[in-house]
């Protein structure tokens, strides 16, 4: 792998929310080795990527995705003749597109059959190519919980395609060594019902907190961080107090919630981008109509503490919920222009996607700035985004590792 010398006209320093113009970032390897003035810079024997047109930022991170779905109209709804072969298919060509999309980096909190991770370690050997990967294996749930199946009671356990459901500490335990065993690296759990859950209320408890912190507790045994799927007031804060490491949605947050996530330094992962395409889109594609009511329900208390939660400085990283209805792999930099709507300047939306979500995931020693050392992960757009967040819709090019997977818009790797 030739080193690089690559030229930015703009290149956003995430370390400070500052915008560095006439920059040159030199790489070896897979690592940056150094980011020099261009005044400053000697390009002799390195291979000259001329981005000087262009808006260079880290490579970005979403760090709430599904791979193995795909944005169709009721994703909770296993297609009986899925199997876990066509799970993974899907889940490698979505890290694809997220990848061409920016996001050298993603966070897959839930999938089936420990797909996700057979994509992740095979990406890391080599055998195929895509983004980094954070996987945390099955979600765990209460039995009827938001992540449980409902088939029929006469179908037998063949159909079943949720193995991490438990109910009381003990079986949460288990599921949480199960996950472990088949090689995530960290922890999703289930707190409340869901916009896309048959049969539950949005805003129900559905553990108890004394289950949730035996999910926490076990988890940290493993020194692993712990994400909650979370809408509801209630199982919100318990899971707050259970030890989480983010709160995922947290839609149904109260003022207690909020103070709460500040006081434990909890973060928050706000996808705002999934209820509001539910909303917006949902009926056009065929989703239920029980979870567009759902998401009606929740989504105007969402914005409200998204923007309390920014106020008063909880720690905020992006994520999207890419796979949700009408929210496709590829497209979710709509999120952007929705943090920017309901409260946070660009580039406030621009650190979320980059240090923060780095520091959520425990890697900002490697990804979330362009800084000597770290990983060459590095994209660019072809507008400025601090003036347009939209221009986030438009990346056109990519590096992850050192390696150029897109250059002018086109993508390299098929």
């Given amino acids: 792998m030739a080193n690089k010398a690559i030229k930015c006209g703009k290149m956003f320093d995430s370390t400070t929310g500052a915008v560095r113009e006439n920059m040159v970032i030199f790489t070896d390897g897979e690592r940056i080795a150094s980011v020099v003035p261009a005044a400053e810079a000697n390009c002799d024997g390195y291979e000259v990527i001329d981005l000087g047109d262009k808006f260079v930022t880290p490579g970005l991170i979403d760090s709430h995705v599904h791979l193995s779905m795909n944005g169709e109209a009721n994703p909770a709804m296993t297609k009986p003749y899925e199997t876990i072969a066509d799970w993974t298919l899907k889940a490698l060509q979505d890290a694809h597109i997220d990848l061409m999309a920016g996001f050298t980096a993603l966070r897959v909190v839930g999938g089936n059959g420990f797909a996700d991770e057979a994509v992740r370690d095979a990406i890391n050997r ?5 983004p980094r990967l954070m996987t945390s294996g099955c979600a765990i749930s209460t039995t009827g919980g938001h992540a449980d199946d409902h088939y029929g009671p006469y179908l037998n356990d063949e159909m079943n395609t949720a193995p991490a459901i438990g109910d009381g500490p003990d079986e949460l335990v288990k599921a949480v060594r199960y996950n472990i065993k088949h090689g995530c690296d960290m922890i999703k759990y289930m707190s409340t019902g869901g916009v896309m859950s048959l049969g539950t209320t949005i805003d129900s408890q559905q553990m108890s907190f004394e289950e949730m912190k035996a999910i926490c507790d076990t988890a940290k045994l ?10 509801g007031t209630s199982g919100i804060k318990d899971a707050i107090r259970a030890g989480v490491t983010s709160v995922e949605h947290g839609m149904m947050m109260d003022e207690e919630g909020v103070q709460l996530m500040k006081e434990y330094g909890t973060t928050l992962v706000p996808t705002l981008i999934a209820a509001e395409r539910i909303i917006v889109k949902g009926k056009e594609i065929g989703t239920p109509d029980w979870a567009i009511a759902k998401a009606e329900y929740v989504f105007g208390n969402a914005t409200r503490n998204f923007k309390r939660c920014l106020d008063e400085g909880v720690k ?21 222009e929705l943090m920017v709507k309901y409260g946070m300047t660009p580039t406030q ?6 240090k923060g979500s780095s520091e959520l995931m425990r890697k900002d020693h490697e990804i979330g700035s362009i800084e000597p050392g770290k990983f060459a992960d590095v994209v660019a757009f072809d507008g400025d985004p601090i003036a347009d967040v939209k221009a986030l819709t438009s990346c056109s090019f990519v590096m992850k590792g050192g390696e150029v997977y897109k250059k002018d818009g086109v993508a390299l790797r098929k």
Avoid: C, R, V
């Fill in 126 to 130: 080599g055998e195929h190519w895509g």
């Fill in 222 to 231: 493993y020194n692993m961080t712990i994400a909650t799927h979370a809408h």
């Fill in 316 to 336: 905020i990283a992006f994520g999207t919920d890419s796979g949700t209805p009408y929210n496709f792999h590829g497209k979710q930099t709509y999120e952007f």
């Fill in 349 to 354: 939306a621009l650190m979320a996607a980059t």
